[in-house]
């Protein structure tokens, strides 16, 4: 399938898909402070968030802001991030993780 966006094919995923979020950390040496760029080598865990994306809103800059929430919580804790300050991965063992998750409950 062809999409028009990353926006749409977020919004064409089922809403259960589990998405890896690492959110970039913001390091400024003064070479950068002075160039007015930063580098985004690194990220602010080591370790990523495990999410659902609820929804995904266009920014008038052209960026989504994706309003996401703990995959294995219970939904209550809602967080947004800009697409260009996160790193999403999707992994389809992560979806066979939770069902053996969810079937011990």
Known sequence: MIYNSFGDYLKSLPPDT???L???KRMFTP??????FS????YVNDECDHVRILDVIALPDGNLLLAT????GDGKYISYYKLSEISLGK???DMEDE????SCL
């Open 69 to 72: 929430t703990y995959a294995y």
């Open 99 to 102: 069902c053996e998750v969810m």
């Open 91 to 93: 992994s389809e063992h």
């Open 18 to 20: 589990i998405f890896r």
């Open 39 to 42: 580098d985004e080598s690194q």
């Open 31 to 36: 070479y950068e402070q002075h160039e007015r």
């Open 22 to 24: 690492w959110e970039y």
